[in-house]
């Protein structure tokens, strides 16, 4: 009967050394599972890693900044096509009918030509005893009043006005009217060309026709008159 025992206890012992055999047999794969569970650690805090730096690029203030910097371009953008369309509205005068500005309208001009030796009777006195009357055209169509007027007086070439007694000293003078300008109460008129008179009083009845038609045509109180660019004093006190 002891060797039942014994046999027993021998396979007891054997079996636990079989045990003992699978707890310690195996530690070698341990680390393995072990230095493989770093390694899948490190696979999700690489992918939370890869997740967390992909969270900034998609949060990423990229859209943020893109929009922002897309505002001021089209603010920049803006102003460039707002002045085109509000320049043309101001500077240009399209809706004025002349370049002088004024609106076209019809009327007579008035002109002025000499009465000899009335001493002032009929109108405004002048050299040598005489007197400036003024005389109105047919109607006509004009902007600016000046230049027609002028260019009227210039192109009669007629000494004798009508059977009214009254003389054209300039028509034999070859005159032409350039421009003219208003500023404030004085009339100035540029002319070019050359006078032809027929003596020393036919100077101050010269003077008197183109001042005083310029004025009644500008309506101002005074008047200066250029011819060839030099005062028409200078040019006819050379004659």
Do not use: H
């Not at 393995?32 to 490190?42: F, L, Q, R, V």
């Amino acid at each position: 009967m002891a060797r039942p025992g014994l046999t027993v206890l021998s396979v007891v012992g054997f079996s636990a050394t079989l045990m003992l055999t699978g707890c310690f047999g195996p530690p070698a794969p341990a680390p393995t599972t072990s230095s493989a569970a770093p390694t899948t650690t490190a696979g999700p805090s690489a992918s939370t890693t890869a997740s967390s730096s992909a969270a900034p690029a998609s949060t990423a203030p990229s859209t943020a900044p893109a929009t922002t910097s897309a505002a001021p371009s089209t603010t920049a953008a803006a102003p460039p096509s707002a002045p085109p369309s509000s320049a043309p509205a101001g500077p240009t005068a399209t809706a004025e009918p002349g370049p002088t500005g004024l609106p076209e309208q019809v009327g007579p001009l008035t002109v002025y030509y000499v009465a000899v030796g009335d001493n002032g009777i009929s109108g405004p006195r002048i050299g040598c005893g005489d007197s400036l009357v003024a005389t109105t055209t047919a109607p006509v169509r004009f902007t600016d009043q000046v230049g027609p007027s002028v260019g009227t007086l210039l192109a009669n070439k007629s000494r004798d006005v009508g059977m009214s007694g009254l003389i054209n000293v300039l028509y034999q003078s070859s005159l032409t009217y350039v421009a003219g300008e208003l500023d404030g109460s004085t009339i100035t008129i540029w002319l070019t060309g050359q006078f032809m008179l027929g003596g020393v009083c036919d100077i101050p009845r010269a003077k008197a026709q183109l001042e005083y038609t310029a004025m009644a045509a500008s309506g101002a109180t005074s008047a200066q008159v250029f011819v060839n660019g030099r005062p028409i004093d200078e040019v006819l006190s050379l004659k």
